[in-house]
């Protein structure tokens, strides 16, 4: 793909995305800004037009990293240009698979024998969802090897990523703030980053998202506004400290998961 200037991929772009952004230009505590054009994170691209096909072709990407589980794979695929194709990684994380957990309530409910059957499998499914900060936390505590080669792909490509998964919040969300933390950035910046996705996604999106669950039956919870839409300081916060308390820091929890100090390094270089 061409390189592209920051203008010509704004956060509502490319067309069909609802929570695309470049994360250059945040403060780095040394003084610095992070780079331009290097990495960007969005919402699925299932639903991108052809126009924007045509506007992630003439982009500088060229790695897409897929947070998404198979189902959620299957249930809305990507669309990518077919030429010059972009190199996909598939690095599956289970916490955040919204999709996925509602298919897996009906499937369930549908072997149910009567109506109040389905309805306790149903509440008992929304009783158990997690709070956001939990769901980070889960995810953190077992996503480490994912989470270090989404840096690793940022520190070896010499062109720009892409990382996305469903909503570009949650899944999305941690793996941003882990790099960025990595690489020095103040922490009210990356929070701030991390929170405007809920505006982002509000209107069409959340709204396509609320109409899919009441289609299968799922009644609205406030657990569940949250797990959908929701991108609260708070729930990064706590996942960032629960990194601080367990691993000393970003840096380290990349460590944990394989991210060499020389790939940690390079990372630093190609972001700062």
């Not at 077919?82 to 190199?87: C, E, I, L, V």
């Not at 949650?170 to 790099?179: H, K, Y």
Request: proline residues 7%; aromatic residues 4%; charged residues 20%.
């Amino acid at each position: 793909m061409t390189a592209a200037s920051a203008s010509e991929l704004t956060p509502s772009s490319p067309e069909g995305t609802h929570n695309f952004r470049d994360v250059g230009g945040l403060p780095v505590v040394s003084g610095d800004r992070t780079r331009v054009g290097v990495l960007y994170r969005s919402d699925a691209l299932s639903d991108l037009t052809p126009r924007g096909l045509d506007q992630l072709a003439a982009s500088d990407i060229e790695v897409v990293i897929d947070f998404r589980t198979d189902t959620e794979r299957q249930m809305a695929p990507d669309r990518l240009p077919a030429s010059p194709p972009p190199r996909v990684v598939q690095l599956g994380v289970l916490e955040g698979a919204m999709a996925g957990m509602a298919q897996e309530v009906m499937k369930s409910a549908s072997q149910a024998s009567d109506p109040e059957a389905v309805s306790r499998i149903i509440e008992r499914a929304l009783a158990q969802i997690p709070s956001l900060p939990e769901l980070y936390v889960s995810m953190l505590q077992h996503g480490a090897s994912a989470f270090a080669e989404t840096a690793r792909a940022v520190a070896q490509s010499e062109a720009a990523v892409l990382v996305h998964c469903t909503a570009g919040k949650d899944r999305t969300g941690v793996a941003i703030a882990l790099i960025l933390e990595a690489v020095g950035v103040e922490r009210p910046a990356i929070v701030k980053d991390y929170a405007s996705s809920e505006r982002n996604l509000a209107g069409p999106w959340t709204e396509r998202m609320f109409g899919m669950l009441q289609a299968m039956g799922i009644p609205r919870t406030p657990a569940l506004d949250d797990l959908v839409a929701a991108t609260p300081p708070a729930a990064i916060v706590t996942a960032l400290e629960w990194v601080d308390s367990t691993h000393g820091g970003a840096a380290g929890y990349l460590r944990s998961g394989g991210l060499t100090d020389a790939e940690l390094d390079a990372l630093r270089r190609r972001l700062v």
